[in-house]
């Protein structure tokens, strides 16, 4: 399959503090997928983008499709302790994941 | 509700045994999914369903099986082969591979220990 690259590996801040992930993949993607997993939980979908340029926000949340097609961004605003749990990347009809983004956020 | 059943959430497997997780979905979906997950580690594809009666190995299909004899269920036996099966199981369908129907929607996990 593609290879994902997500980075940073972990991260830990301070609550309110701004948080930025990145994805970046070997191979040109069509769409580009943000998912959030709680402890002991199934991934949850945050974002869907569908066109290269695209910025696209859920509430805190900003995601962005990378020109190149080959990367996304995903950023955090003002964190919250209910943002902690980990933060995948997915690319379309691949279904393989990047490795996460471990958030911890310290109130 | 809608959604996306794993069952059990706990199991355990002594050495030498095959064991079934259930996966069911009311959504209508077309594909299902099979990931493992490794304490601190992303998600690998075990197995793929995209349609009834058909499935494809993932980039670990080794040690396990599927069935899709049903649209709604995917179950995943980790047999005997599997010499590492503890992991966390998530199961996953969408409604179906096109764009726009990618979107996975994911179950709440099966913790699988071996004694």
């Known amino acids: 399959g593609q290879q994902l690259n997500q980075s940073p590996q972990s991260m830990f801040i301070q609550e309110g503090e701004d948080v930025s992930m990145n994805c970046t993949s070997s191979?040109?993607?069509?769409?580009w997928l943000w998912y959030k997993q709680d402890p002991g939980e199934g991934p949850v979908l945050l974002i869907a983008?569908?066109?290269?340029?695209e910025l696209t926000s859920n509430g805190r949340l900003t995601a962005q499709f990378g020109i190149t097609r080959k990367d996304s961004f995903l950023n955090i605003s003002a964190s919250i302790p209910s943002d902690v749990g980990i933060y995948f990347c997915?690319?379309?009809?691949?279904?393989?994941f990047g490795a996460g983004t471990r958030l911890t956020v310290k109130p | 509700d809608g959604g996306i059943t794993q069952s059990p959430k706990y199991l355990f497997r002594k050495e030498g045994q095959n064991v079934t997780l259930s996966c069911e979905q009311n959504?209508?979906?077309?594909?299902m999914y099979w990931y493992r997950q490794d304490p601190g580690q992303g998600l690998r594809l075990i197995y793929y369903?995209?349609?009834?009666?058909?499935?494809q190995k993932g980039d670990i299909a080794e040690g396990y099986s599927v069935s899709r004899e049903k649209k709604e269920s995917f179950p995943l036996t980790v047999t005997s082969a599997q010499k590492n099966p503890t992991a966390f199981y998530l199961c996953?369908?969408?409604?179906?591979?096109?764009?726009?129907?990618?979107?996975?929607?994911f179950g709440s996990g099966t913790q699988l220990s071996v004694l």
């Open positions: 983008l569908y066109k290269a340029g």
């Open positions: 191979s040109i993607f069509n769409t």
């Open positions: 996953a369908s969408s409604p179906g591979a096109r764009i726009g129907n990618e979107k996975l929607f």
């Open positions: 959504l209508n979906h077309d594909a």
């Open positions: 997915a690319g379309h009809n691949d279904m393989r």
């Open positions: 369903s995209q349609i009834v009666n058909d499935f």
